[in-house]
C-alpha cells in the first residue's frame, strides 16, 4: 500500500516562504504523475500542480511564478516551493500520486494534508 506523508505547512506571512514535502512509502519512480492540491476553507479542493515521470511540469495562473514543484528521486519525496506567498493561498495542501499499470488500469493516492496559513 503507497503511503504519502506531506509535512512543512505552517503560518507565514504575506510575501513569505514555505516549501512543502511530500515523503512516499514506494519508489518515486513508480508514479506516473504527482501533483499537489489544496482546499481552502468553503471551497472546492482544485489542483495547483503536477509533475510527470518525464518532468513535465503545469501550474494553475495564480501559482505561476511563485510556486515550484520538484522530485527527489534518491529520496522518494516531492517537493513545492512556494514564494510570494499570499492571504489566498491559504488552503491545506494535499499531495497526490497515480499510478497506471501495464494494462492502464489506475491508481490514485492522497495525502493526509498539511495546513498552509498566510496572514500578518
Known amino acids: 500500500q503507497v503511503q504519502l506523508v506531506e509535512s512543512g505547512g505552517g503560518l507565514v506571512q504575506p510575501g513569505g516562504s514555505l516549501r512543502l514535502s511530500c515523503a512516499t512509502s514506494?519508489?518515486?519512480?513508480?508514479?506516473?504523475?504527482m501533483a499537489w492540491y489544496r482546499q481552502a476553507p468553503g471551497k472546492e479542493r482544485e489542483f495547483v500542480t503536477r509533475?510527470?515521470?518525464?518532468?513535465?511540469?503545469n501550474y494553475v495562473d495564480s501559482v505561476k511564478g511563485r510556486f515550484t514543484i520538484s522530485r527527489d528521486n534518491a529520496k522518494n519525496t516531492m517537493y513545492l516551493q512556494m514564494n510570494s506567498l499570499k492571504p489566498e493561498d491559504t488552503a491545506v495542501y494535499y499531495c497526490?500520486?497515480?499510478?497506471?499499470?501495464?494494462?492502464?488500469?489506475?491508481?490514485?493516492?492522497w495525502g493526509q494534508g498539511t495546513q498552509v496559513t498566510v496572514s500578518s
Open positions: 514506494g519508489s518515486i519512480f513508480s508514479f506516473n504523475t
Open positions: 509533475v510527470t515521470a518525464g518532468g513535465n511540469t
Open positions: 497526490y500520486a497515480l499510478i497506471v499499470n501495464s494494462i492502464g488500469i489506475k491508481y490514485t493516492y
